[in-house]
């Protein structure tokens, strides 16, 4: 059978691509090593996060891939909460650096404003006020449960779009107009993604090799359902991420921010650790996250990681519930010069990867405009400086 588009990969890069393609009338197969998908796509916040991204290229497609999150969920039926989030600052640097993003074109797009502590509090009940500083709120930040909204849009594709999704079928070549998977099956199609994220490097590893990505390791938690009716609300983000995102980079007081942790707590930056939270549809709370690169990954999670996220997490914020039912580690692949890469490994044939755990940020608006513009796509591209 001969294909439109081929995916390989069902996480959310994949279903992007195979939504923007079916919505252009094309005929769409994804095709998944696993049962499901299994990687980065299911193991984060399950956030949707512009306020992250920088001013410019990377913040126009991360809005539009906010709108993009909007259309998807009421298309395919699961919750997209326009939650936003709240930037705490317990300390002068972190309030500092919060006044200079909003003070420059660095905040551009986001509507986002400085609250002084009361204000704090009545958007996040549950912060910790002791030497509470202040904090920056943003609207435009969005909620979903991963796995759910995973979940529910591949069953909407399969279901109303006809796209076509080949699960446990490993794919072990890839040439132009078709693909091979281990059952020793040829399929063909005119145009080829490949989207498996951190886990491409078998099909073409000297690729793999020239683009230099990073693997990443991150560590997460989560707790026991919180109380009946008690709510975190906005996504919540504490002092030391001001230091992870690019949005924040050129704020002057960044550096003494990055002085007094490195001074203060070296731990931090010895595990890339930044504390978050989000409240998930079952009322549990996802708590991280940390950053080991290469090397320095092992296959066991460390201990000494998930208390740290926890001794940071009880500073800022008053949990009712702290109880942890599940731990665990997700790996993602992060290029060393831009957001995200599209290369044309093959004629028509592209790899589209390296999002460095902005997948859910941006690989909607990056999938849309990919098939748009299939013969330049790899113009979408956008430089950074990478922090962390």
């Not at 969005?142 to 490993?170: C, G, H, K, W």
């Not at 709510?231 to 991420?241: E, T, V």
């Amino acid at each position: 059978m001969k294909y439109d588009v081929i995916v390989i990969g069902s996480g959310i890069v994949g279903l992007g691509h195979a939504w923007a393609a079916a919505l252009q009338g094309l005929k769409v197969a994804v095709f998944e090593a696993n049962s499901r998908a299994e990687g980065a796509s299911i193991r984060n916040f399950g956030m949707v996060w512009p306020v992250g991204q920088p001013a410019g290229e990377a913040r126009k497609m991360a809005l539009r891939n906010r709108e993009l999150w909007l259309k998807l969920g009421q298309a395919a039926g699961f919750a997209v909460e326009e939650c936003g989030s709240l930037f705490l600052a317990h300390h002068p640097d972190e309030l500092a650096v919060l006044n200079e993003f909003l003070d420059s074109e660095a905040s551009h797009g986001l509507n986002a404003e400085l609250c002084p502590p009361h204000v704090v509090q009545q958007k996040m009940p549950a912060v910790n006020t002791n030497s509470l500083q202040g904090g920056m709120f943003s609207p435009s930040e969005l909620r979903v449960t991963p796995q759910t909204a995973i979940s529910m849009a591949t069953a909407y594709l399969a279901d109303t779009l006809n796209v076509e999704f080949y699960f446990n079928s490993t794919v072990v070549k890839v040439d132009s107009g078709a693909i091979l998977t281990t059952a020793n099956e040829t399929w063909h199609a005119s145009k080829i993604i490949i989207a498996s994220g951190a886990y491409y490097e078998s099909l073409f590893p000297a690729t793999y090799s020239e683009e230099r990505l990073q693997i990443c390791k991150l560590q997460m938690l989560l707790t026991d359902p919180q109380p009946i009716g008690w709510k975190l609300g906005p996504h919540m983000a504490s002092g030391p991420s001001l230091r992870h995102y690019p949005a924040f980079e050129n704020c002057p007081s960044i550096t003494e921010l990055r002085k007094r942790i490195s001074k203060n707590m070296p731990e931090f930056d010895r595990f890339g650790i930044h504390v978050m939270a989000s409240q998930n549809e079952n009322g549990e709370l996802i708590l991280g996250d940390s950053h080991e690169y290469n090397d320095d990954i092992e296959p066991f999670d460390k201990s000494e990681i998930n208390n740290l996220i926890i001794r940071e997490i009880r500073k800022v914020l008053n949990i009712p519930n702290f109880s942890i039912s599940r731990t665990w580690h997700g790996l993602y692949a992060k290029h060393p010069k831009n957001m995200f890469f599209v290369r044309e490994i093959r004629p028509d044939v592209l790899i589209v990867n390296g999002f460095g755990g902005n997948g859910m940020s941006l690989a909607l608006a990056v999938a849309e405009t990919v098939m748009q513009n299939w013969n330049s796509a790899t113009t979408c591209e956008i430089n950074y400086e990478p922090s962390l």
